[in-house]
DNA sequence: GTAGGGTTAG
């Protein structure tokens, strides 16, 4: 028999309360000297209450409840038919219970068995009424939820405040809202439980004029505070970016508990502020895993690695066991810095904890994988996720997209939607970067027009960006411009930078210049802007002008962007910069560049000098090709990586066309893989190909 | 022994 505390434990019994319920439980068993089923047997209980003398309602009312509580539905089920069968009446008690277990989700909803108490016995007061509208909602079934509360003969706040959760937690913040405004029309009097509802939706909506509206309600009404109600309003100020209101209401006197101080913390990370957030932190008395989480994944988000490691540190020395949310954080920070090595390591850390796998997790995960180029690892962790939602599924499609496989991800995307799971504007996002790095202009043409016709999504900035990228790489310029000039929305400077790196392309000196225009007029020191347009001069032989605009570009004080590249080597982070001389090792490195310069040439290779648009001679543009960040990086890897491992490189920018034909002869001549992320997609270079086909 | 909420993530 197992002991009744080890079982409480397994079950991590939150509360005295549960406590008081399972010990309840288990006397019953210790008396009747029954062993403890099993939860995966579903035992006969017919022995149970033939021991017990007259059983009472109170007495199976406990028993199906403990098992509820214990996640045992079929044996709540079981008990209740005992009851039945040994003819004890039901209260309104056994409904309850009955039905909460059954609305577990691994049951079917209203169950034959709490179906037929409610309608057949006829335990109709409110409080079984709102049981059931509040378990439909809970379950989604808003539609089914509505009919029945609108059915019931009496309401009460609680009945309201199912149906504004409900709605709420289905993601249909908008028609919450509704619901509460009726519920205040219908002169129901809200309570702080209300309030936090209602606001979890304004949350939703980071709708901030609302949820002051709400605030002054709470005020006008004569509500009250509580610890709840102070912080769902500190939080939906802070989800809104008002930090000010939110630090009003965290200042009243009284409501400083845990629980706002993490989402004030939060709150200050979300909108930058790390150093009023850290500061914060600093003045919490008690901390718990959610201050820490909170505040590492500011320091992410503010790109402050190295504090957001020592916090971590911190976190395990104060006792704390890092959770999902910690390792969420975590793998994030991996992904942006393509760090595939640490990655790993808290890949190898959450198989053998006990955190559990769940979407999130298994999102940040494959998110990780495919951030740093190890799409068959991705695919390895979406194959073996049970549960997958829109985030999981676009998180694939992006990464398989900017990892040069196109076909396939339209071919995921397909398949989401044959398995009904409704694609939103991120997801969309990815497959026209599908389309963008496949050429793929006649399937892009078609899903942008399908987000709007199928699924009534607005295109946003970034959806047309990916347009004007596709059109113009496919030299559909007029088409390009076309599109932005019908634009509803204000064209940015990323929309104009694909139509002149396009206009570059195809040498059009006109467009391009329209566009350049364009793009200063928002960003007048993006030195990219002046980099392209004196290239595309260049380009179309118009030297004068693109030293022109070099001369524009000195005057106004605007540098060019190093080019750097990145490679890791046994966890430690090597950086380059085109044409610096600074790492330690820089004389083996060169000597291994002269080496790569001579295969090279006996392979057969030519530099493209004629997209050096500075005005020097052919010897002089040969050796800057030669210095480019990502050429050094790649000597490097070739002198210290094994030579069984792929060589892995960051690049800020994006490659240029001279070192991708480079590195397609060096991954042959040395038969190594190559795998660059560059500013927009990877490069996977193997056996004198690329992944990308040359298209880029 | 009965119904409604509840701060951190992809």
Redesign the pocket.
């Known amino acids: 028999m197992i002991h009744p505390q080890k079982l409480i434990k397994r079950f991590q019994w939150p509360t005295p ?1 549960s406590l ?1 319920q399972t010990t309840q439980l288990h006397a019953h068993f210790i008396i009747s000297g029954a062993a403890i089923p099993h939860p995966l047997s579903y035992p006969s209980t017919a022995h149970l209450s033939s021991r017990i003398p007259n059983p009472s ?2 007495y199976y ?2 028993l199906i409840r403990a098992y509820s509580r214990f996640h045992l539905p079929h044996l709540s089920i079981l008990i209740h038919r005992q009851m039945i069968t040994n003819a004890v009446p039901h ?4 409904f ?1 219970f009955l039905f ?1 277990s059954c609305s577990l989700p691994s049951m079917s909803l209203l169950h034959d068995d709490a179906r037929w108490v409610f309608d057949g016995i006829g335990m109709k007061d ?3 009424w ?2 059931i509208v ?1 378990g439909l909602a ?1 379950a989604g079934c808003l539609d089914d939820a509505r009919k029945l509360f609108d059915e019931m003969p009496e309401r ?4 309201w ?2 149906m504004v ?1 409900g709605y ?2 289905a993601g249909r913040a908008a028609e919450s809202v509704e619901f509460f405004k009726k519920m205040i029309s219908d002169d129901v009097l ?5 309030m ?2 209602v606001l ?1 939706a304004c949350g939703q909506l980071r709708d901030l004029g609302l949820s002051k509206w709400v605030h002054q309600y709470v005020i006008d009404a004569g509500i009250g505070m ?1 610890d ?2 102070a ?2 309003l500190i ?1 939906v100020y802070a989800k809104c970016g008002d930090l000010n209101s939110a630090r009003q209401v965290f200042d009243l006197n009284g409501w400083k508990v ?2 706002a101080w ?2 004030l913390i ?1 709150g200050y990370c979300k909108v930058g502020d790390v150093d009023m957030a850290r500061s914060l932190f600093d003045q919490t008395e008690v901390r718990d ?2 201050t820490f ?2 505040m590492i ?1 500011g320091y992410i988000q503010s790109s402050q690695l190295k504090q957001a490691l020592h916090l971590f540190v911190e976190l395990r020395t104060s006792g704390f066991q890092p ?3 910690t390792m ?2 975590l793998l ?1 920070a991996c992904a942006n810095l393509n760090s595939l090595d640490q990655g790993k390591a808290l890949h190898a850390y959450i198989e053998v904890s006990s955190i559990v796998f ?4 298994g ?2 995960l494959l ?1 990780m994988y495919a951030k740093c180029g190890r799409m068959d690892e991705a695919l390895l962790v979406f194959n073996r996720m049970r549960d997958k ?1 829109v ?2 599924w676009t ?1 694939v499609i992006s990464g398989l997209a900017m990892n040069g496989k196109g076909k396939l991800a339209l071919e995921h995307f397909a398949l989401m939607r044959k398995l009904s799971i409704r694609p939103n504007a991120v997801a969309y996002i990815g497959v026209l970067t599908a389309c963008s790095h496949s050429n793929l202009v006649e399937e892009a043409r078609k899903h942008f027009h399908e987000m709007t016709s199928l699924y009534n999504l607005e295109p946003e900035v970034e959806h047309y960006g990916c347009m004007v990228d596709i059109l113009g790489r496919g030299g559909l310029l007029e088409e390009a411009v076309k599109l932005i000039d019908s634009m509803p929305i204000k064209p940015n400077a990323v929309i104009w930078g694909s139509l002149l790196s396009a206009c570059r392309v195809y040498k059009n000196v006109d467009v391009g210049e329209k566009a350049a225009k364009n793009i200063l007029a928002l960003e007048p020191n993006e030195d990219a802007v002046y980099v392209q347009l004196s290239n595309l001069y260049a380009n179309s032989g118009n030297w004068a002008s693109a030293s022109k605009i070099r001369r524009l570009m000195e005057e106004r004080g605007i540098k060019k962007t190093a080019g750097y590249s990145s490679l890791s080597v046994a966890g430690q982070v090597h950086k380059f910069i085109a044409g610096d001389r600074c790492h330690p090792e820089i004389n083996e490195i060169e000597a291994m560049m002269n080496v790569m310069a001579k295969k090279l040439k006996l392979a057969g290779y030519l530099p493209i000098t004629s997209k050096i648009s500075v005005d020097v001679n052919e010897e002089e543009k040969e050796q800057a090709l030669f210095l480019h960040s990502e050429r050094i990086a790649i000597a490097y890897g070739l002198m210290r990586l094994g030579a069984s491992l792929p060589i892995h490189i960051t690049k800020n920018l994006r490659v240029c066309e001279d070192c991708h034909i480079a590195i397609k002869l060096i991954a042959k001549i040395w038969n190594r893989k190559i795998v660059v992320r560059d500013r927009s997609r990877f490069h996977h270079f193997s056996d004198g190909q690329c992944s990308c086909n040359d298209f880029w």
């Open positions: 309360s008081n309602t109170f009312n406990t209260d309104s008690h056994t309850q909460k409110v409080v079984s709102t049981t509040a809970r009460n706040v609680v009945s405040t199912s959760s709420s937690q809200p309570d702080t439980v209300a936090v509802a979890s509580s709840n109600l912080v769902a939080d845990l629980p993490n989402a939060d895993l959610i989480n909170s994944c959770d999902k949310f969420v954080g994030s769940d979407v999130f997790l999102t940040a998110d939602d985030m999981t998180a």
